[in-house]
């Protein structure tokens, strides 16, 4: 019983940082997803989409 004032501290802290590291990614990940509309609404596509077309095509690039 002697470190269970450590234990919960490290309980905690890693409970916080947990919880930062998910809301991080959840806004993240909201800013990313308004990104994209943003890009393609200006008409900007997709590399990987542009490369995938011009393979079917037989085209480069």
């Avoid at 990614?25 to 596509?45: F, P, S, T």
Wanted: proline fraction near 2%; glycine fraction near 10%.
């Amino acid at each position: 019983m002697r470190h269970l004032g450590f234990v919960l501290a490290a309980y905690g802290v890693t409970g916080v940082v947990l919880a930062l590291t998910v809301a991080w990614v959840l806004i993240d990940q909201r800013l990313r997803r308004n990104e994209l509309k943003r890009l393609e609404a200006a008409g900007v596509r997709r590399s990987a989409v542009r490369v995938e077309k011009a393979g079917k095509a037989g085209e480069t690039p």
